[in-house]
């Protein structure tokens, strides 16, 4: 699975972004998907994840109420929708994949749980 993120850039803190992840090369319906972030000097951390189906999202406890994730399995596409960006949001973003299996995507929050990656898109959230 190839995984292309887009939608990063410079934005004032109250502002909003969409980040897009478009996939490839696989069935993109039988993946969970997942979004993590690294900021300058720290390491990456979990933001959300996106059932196959799209029926389930999970999200770290820092993120809740300002990050939706979203997926279109039309279009093979995991979008991550951020309102009243914060400073500390200022991080590259990442997805990932995972295809399923019997274990839950809910638990699915460390970078070694994805086996397929994306490049990064950076957001930069200015003061």
């Known amino acids: 699975v190839q995984l292309q993120a887009s939608g990063g850039g410079l934005v004032q803190a109250g502002g909003s972004l969409r980040l897009s992840c478009a996939a490839s090369?696989?069935?993109?319906?039988?993946?969970?998907m997942g979004w993590f972030r690294q900021a300058p000097g720290k390491e990456r951390e979990f933001v959300a994840a996106?059932?196959?189906?799209?029926?389930?999202?999970s999200y770290a406890d820092s993120v809740k109420g300002r990050f939706t994730i979203s997926r279109d399995n039309a279009k093979n596409t995991v979008y991550l929708q951020i309102i009243n960006l914060k400073p500390e949001d200022t991080a590259v973003y990442y997805c990932?994949?995972?295809?399923?299996?019997?274990?839950?995507?809910?638990?699915?929050?460390?970078?070694?749980?994805?086996?397929?990656w994306g490049q990064g898109t950076l957001v930069t959230v200015s003061s």
């Open positions: 996106i059932s196959w189906s799209g029926g389930g999202t």
């Open positions: 090369g696989g069935t993109f319906s039988s993946h969970a």
């Open positions: 990932a994949a995972r295809r399923r299996d019997f274990s839950s995507y809910k638990t699915w929050k460390g970078i070694s749980e994805y086996p397929y």
